[in-house]
């Protein structure tokens, strides 16, 4: 017997049935939404659970700590369909905010996080003007060049804290301009989904001396 795309990340993490159901109410939700605003490439439907629920369920094994006796502080920044932000709400990976600032996007966000229980905050504001989210795990994928992303991780990150970015061939380049501007630890993991991709995992996070943490992304 041929495993579904759910069937087989629900496998490979061993999700309880509630998840799984959230899970396919997204999936339904996304698909509907589809139809009227460009969630995902059409395209890209039929290889939705490779291409990005397994993309985005991945960083589960590379989130942070918890602080003790509280939930972990997630952003997602730029969360689009809800790629990673939304399948690490479900899965219960902490308190999460998404933001993305298409109204129209944020209002179909808005839908899953009620209808699967998710519990997700959605915030349709621009991530540079939006006050520092203070969270200890920023994740953000398909956003913008590391150079420029850095910025925004910057602002929302909390000190200490770790930021999760998925990237794809062209991110040893984009490593390299960024050093020029910033500080940091950079441990880099294979991607379970794309094999020219890889989670960028950024700790210690300081912009280097003459450089504003906001320039970049107000660039």
């Keep these: 017997m041929t495993l579904s795309g759910l069937d087989r990340l629900a496998e490979r993490f061993a999700l309880p049935q509630s998840q799984c159901r959230a899970l396919a109410c997204y999936e339904e939700l996304l698909l509907h939404w589809n139809r009227s605003i460009n969630l995902i490439s059409r395209k890209e439907t039929s290889d939705l659970w490779e291409r990005h629920m397994l993309d985005s369920a991945q960083l589960?094994?590379?989130?942070p700590e918890a602080p003790a006796g509280r939930p972990l502080r997630i952003a997602d920044l730029g969360s689009g369909g809800g790629f990673p932000g939304m399948v690490l709400a479900i899965l219960g990976a902490g308190t999460v905010t998404l933001v993305?600032?298409?109204r129209?996007?944020?209002a179909f966000l808005r839908q899953v996080s009620r209808e699967t229980g998710a519990g997700?905050?959605?915030?349709?504001e621009r991530i540079e003007a939006l006050g520092p989210l203070l969270a200890g795990c920023v994740t953000a994928r398909a956003l913008a060049p590391l150079p420029k992303l850095l910025g925004y991780v910057a602002r929302h990150l909390l000190p200490g804290g770790r930021a999760l970015l998925l990237k794809g061939c062209r991110r040893e380049e984009e490593l390299t301009e960024a050093s020029g501007h910033w500080s940091m630890k950079v441990t880099e993991r294979p991607s379970l989904s794309d094999p020219k991709g890889a989670v960028l995992i950024i700790e210690d996070l300081i912009a280097t001396p003459g450089h504003r943490a906001g320039e970049e992304a107000n660039a």
């Design 60 to 63: 589960l094994t590379l989130l």
């Design 100 to 102: 993305e600032s298409d």
């Design 120 to 124: 997700a905050e959605v915030k349709a």
């Design 104 to 106: 129209r996007k944020a």
